[in-house]
């Protein structure tokens, strides 16, 4: 696609925003929280007040950055619909689309002009790159984010890649765990195919989540108004006319033990989120087990990455060989906006200086456990 002149258009009616994504054509490109579906229900249950910054060629889209409106003090800032549940964020593209900084920086005068109340822009936790394509947000002033992400290159070989990690060791503790969940009742790995299962699913996901973020002092980002029917909303539309987004589960004895939650982008599989529950079987590890089972499954198929998306672990170390950056861009709309900039980037450095050095990072993480965790 040659590069010409664009014109930017700033859409906020919901009908009219959702639609927008079939223009770009059926092998556009966009992280799996920048696609129709995720900020179609975001807008819907969360927020009310999200647009689309398209890029327009003739009479077609080319390029979109889907936003939600929200407020932090005195500053109103347009992010990815999503809050922290978007993240390995990628804007929408259409297939050859080529989008300069011009046009970028065409696209913000654009919103500005439209929503002048915007002090800043700030997208945060995005990939540099997704299927060879480079993220075209990445010209502007952008940051290294603290949190990394962690993947494994399938190579359509299981054994390729259990050879990498210690293989005899995960191989005989799969087995053992088989052993118990056999003798505790029997077990099986189940894929939502259903509404039903996927509201079961979640809910199963949500009473473990809470009560492991209370454990360790974190707070629950699925509390807020409206979030956790987002993503009944979402899986359940998924689970029947698309397949972005996945739900699986460990099942032991008829009890879901461990759920997953799963995104898709074009090549790759990203892992969103992972319940456990805490039971007499928690010592039989059902979290790894159903990674086992999954990163198996994952390797019949074409795809070539399974992300562990954002965050740095001790079980995702165990299986990856790919490390990669995420990244934040920030657009200052008015001075308001420049000056909480500043404010995130300090923060943003100090953050990253902390993880970055393991025995700081486990310091913190101890302290917030009991300062705010439950005992």
């Known amino acids: 696609m040659s590069i010409t002149s664009r ?30 579906n995720w900020f179609s229900f975001w807008q819907s249950c969360v927020n009310a007040d999200c647009l689309i910054a ?46 300069s900084a011009a046009d970028l920086n065409g696209l913000f005068e654009a919103l500005h002009k439209a929503r002048p109340d915007i002090d800043l822009v700030s997208l945060a936790r995005q990939l540099g790159e997704l299927d060879g394509k480079a993220n075209p947000l990445m010209q502007l002033p952008s940051r290294e984010n603290a949190n990394i992400s962690l993947g494994i290159t399938l190579d359509r070989n299981f054994e390729t890649v259990m050879s990498r990690h210690n293989s005899k060791r995960k191989k005989k503790k799969h ?10 009742g029997g077990y099986r790995i189940v894929t939502a195919t259903t509404p039903v299962e996927t509201n079961a699913m979640l809910e199963n996901y949500f009473e473990c989540k809470a ?26 539309h998924e689970v029947q006319s698309a397949t972005r987004f996945q739900l699986k589960a460990l099942e032991v004895a008829g009890q879901y033990r461990a759920v997953l939650g799963k995104s898709y982008a074009r090549n790759q599989t990203f892992i969103d989120f992972i319940g456990i529950t805490e039971d007499e079987l928690v010592s039989a590890s059902p979290g790894e087990f159903l990674f086992f089972e999954d990163i198996q499954d994952s390797c019949k198929t074409d795809l070539a990455i399974y992300s562990f998306g954002i965050g740095d672990e001790p079980y995702k170390r165990s299986w990856s060989d790919i490390e990669v950056p995420s ?20 923060r943003g450095k100090l953050v990253h200086s902390i993880k970055k050095n393991e025995t700081v990072w486990a310091v913190v993480k101890k302290a917030r456990s009991r300062l705010f965790g439950k005992r």
């Open 7 to 36: 014109q930017a258009k700033i859409i906020a009616n919901p009908l009219e925003a959702k639609a927008m994504w079939s223009g770009l054509g059926e092998d556009f490109l966009a992280g799996p929280a920048q696609t129709a």
């Open 54 to 99: 398209a890029l327009y060629e003739a009479d077609r889209p080319v390029f979109l950055l889907p936003l939600e409106i929200v407020k932090k003090g005195p500053v109103r800032i347009a992010a990815f619909p999503g809050g922290p549940h978007a993240n390995c964020n990628f804007p929408a593209l259409s297939p050859g689309a080529q989008i």
């Open 175 to 184: 087995r053992q765990n088989t052993r118990r969940f056999e003798d505790a």
């Open 211 to 236: 009560m492991r973020l209370a454990k360790a002092g974190i707070k629950n980002t699925y509390e807020p108004a409206g979030t956790m029917d987002f993503f009944r909303q979402l899986f359940a």
């Open 327 to 346: 990244f934040d861009t920030e657009v200052s709309l008015t001075v308001k906006g420049r000056i909480f900039a500043g404010y995130l980037s300090a």
